[in-house]
């Protein structure tokens, strides 16, 4: 996940990705159809989608190994990851993936609403 996407305050989706047991075939699909590029960022892992200039939010495509199936997820720009686990748990809702870190400093984690509807939650890395 990179931070191509403006700082916000107020929480937003600002990133989608696509996770699927099969990258290649999703990167082929949605380029062919949208003209989106890719670049490899983790090995085959995940990868970034390049829309346009104008793009109004980022995304990537996230390779799942078969753990699940392949689904799109919504992400929320949040100023406070670990604070957003922890409300959503406190309001009935699953924290998947407890906050995580990339390399590059971007947080983030998985969480289900009461019906299990799953979305992202994700901040930058803080300014230097």
């Not at 290649?24 to 085959?44: C, I, R």
């Not at 495509?61 to 753990?67: L, M, Y």
């Amino acid at each position: 996940m990179t931070t191509n996407t403006a700082t916000t305050t107020t929480p937003q989706v600002t990133w989608f990705e696509v996770h699927t047991p099969n990258p290649s075939e999703a990167t082929e699909f949605y380029g062919g159809l949208f003209g989106w590029t890719f670049t490899d960022e983790a090995g085959g892992a995940y990868f970034d989608i390049h829309q346009t200039d104008d793009q109004a939010i980022g995304g990537g495509v996230a390779n799942t190994g078969g753990q699940w199936p392949a689904h799109v997820i919504p992400c929320v720009q949040v100023p406070d990851v670990a604070a957003v686990c922890t409300r959503a748990a406190d309001l009935g809702g699953k924290v998947l993936t407890e906050p995580n870190e990339t390399p590059t400093g971007v947080r983030f984690a998985y969480l289900a609403d009461r019906d299990g509807s799953a979305f992202g939650v994700w901040c930058p890395p803080a300014e230097a």
